[in-house]
């Protein structure tokens, strides 16, 4: 089985800052895909930025960016010039390759950001 | 493109009164996924259907939770007789398919269940 660790519960940061939220994972899998999924208060989950395991460049979508450490099975997610509608909670997730199982998600880490 | 839609999203009930939540995925999506979120954490699936077959509902409380997807479409979740701990977020998520191996999970926004 796998397991997702996220062990930030609360984060805040101002404007325009640079913030980093961090995740471990634990898998003997081979074959897997990481996610970061923002939900905003609304409550629906939306895909952040997605790596797959077996790529070693790390993933950018915009200001969001990744630093995946395969070996240390750490995968940390970088939000850079952080905006207000950033804030949200954030969970990291796991998938074995070919995706029929679903997403193992972490506990969330709340981003806030301050004005 | 309509996203994944779930009603109702708002429930209150009484402890031991039954409840149902509906789930309409995304037009042409396969997979459908019942997750249960307790507050503060992250969510945890409940069932796994490819078209109307569950392929994985292993963490389903069987004794009083129950699903269906009937037609291969749209689904129900229900729970009969609901218990104090039942309050959480019931999310349903989509995709397209088995073959899908981006990952990527599309949520619908949450059917909040509070029982008194």
């Known amino acids: 089985a796998q397991t997702v660790t996220q062990s930030q519960p609360e984060m805040s940061v101002q404007e325009a800052e640079t913030v980093t939220l961090s995740c471990t994972y634990d898998t003997s899998e081979s074959n897997y895909y990481l996610f970061w999924y923002k939900q905003p208060p609304s409550r629906q989950m939306i895909l952040v930025i997605r790596?797959?395991?077996?790529?070693?460049q790390n993933a950018t979508e915009n200001r969001f960016s990744v630093n995946f450490q395969k070996a240390a099975k750490s995968f940390s997610l970088k939000i850079s010039d952080s905006q207000l509608g950033d804030t949200a909670m954030y969970f990291c997730?796991?998938?074995?390759?070919?995706?029929?199982?679903?997403?193992?998600f972490g506990k969330g880490t709340h981003l806030i950001i301050q004005p | 493109e309509a996203g994944v839609v779930q009603s109702p999203r708002y429930k209150i009930i009484e402890k031991k009164q039954p409840v149902a939540f509906w789930c309409n995925p995304i037009?042409?999506?396969?997979?459908l996924y019942w997750y249960l979120q307790n507050l503060g954490q992250g969510p945890e699936l409940l069932i796994r259907?490819?078209?109307?077959?569950?392929?994985?509902d292993s963490q389903l409380p069987k004794d009083r939770f129950s699903a269906e997807r009937l037609k291969g479409v749209d689904s129900t979740l229900k729970i009969q007789p609901a218990e104090l701990g039942d309050s959480a977020v019931y999310l349903c998520?989509?995709?397209?398919?088995?073959?899908?191996?981006?990952?990527?999970?599309?949520f619908g926004e949450g059917s909040r269940l509070t029982v008194l």
């Open positions: 998520a989509s995709s397209p398919g088995v073959a899908w191996n981006t990952g990527e999970l599309f």
């Open positions: 037009s042409g999506h396969n997979t």
């Open positions: 259907y490819e078209n109307e077959e569950a392929v994985d």
């Open positions: 997730a796991f998938m074995r390759g070919g995706g029929a199982d679903g997403l193992t």
């Open positions: 790596q797959e395991a077996y790529k070693q």
